[in-house]
């Protein structure tokens, strides 16, 4: 028998594009159950503290997909770039989910990762930058032309600066990571073909607006 081949390759770490930069995030940390109408949608109690859990830089892709070994559900969300200690820049973002494996590991009191942080389970727009975090973003998600989910600041539990200053208390952030800040309600299963839609806007004005077809 001949010695066994090895099937390792070198993989280069993911981008995001920012203007015209490409960036390579060191990880991208996710905030969970940020708002109450999603909380209720999946039948859980509103959190004492933020949830907080991490998907690595494998985990980003330009693709969506609507299988990893079982079907997929979406969850549209408004994301950020950390930089120099503060919020750079705003996109929209796909937090992809097993939701049966993720019931599963939750009911067992098993950490979410196989479920959350699987190669493709971050897709995302490009970013957009700013100076400042404006109050009034909201982001949609449409499928196949009809809106699905809405999410307002307003509505979110944690705002992102609380959400950035209670993550500095535990957690280094690298220039480049991404902060997903949760999805609102509507949230649903992936269909092959479907047409998905994001958008970020302010003040009602569209500033970031991507499309994918779920393959």
Known sequence: MGPMKSVYKEKTLNTVTI???????????????????????LGHEIPED???FLKPNSAISAELHSTHHEPLHYEGELCFVFEKG???????????????LQSKLRSNGHPWERAKAFDGAAVFSHFVEISGIPPNLTIELDIDGKNVQTGYM??????????????LTFMSLNDGDIVMTGTPKGVGVIKANQMFVGKVKRAGEVIVRAEWRAK
Request: proline share 4%; hydrophobic share 45%; glycine share 6%.
């Open 19 to 41: 203007g015209h930069r490409h960036i390579a995030p060191s990880k991208i940390v996710c905030i969970g159950l940020n708002y109450v109408d999603h909380i209720r949608e």
């Open 50 to 52: 933020m949830v907080v």
């Open 86 to 100: 503060r919020f750079s820049a705003v996109a929209f973002g796909l937090d992809l989910t097993k939701r049966e």
């Open 154 to 167: 307003d509505l979110m539990i944690h705002k992102p600066e609380e959400i950035l200053a209670e993550l």
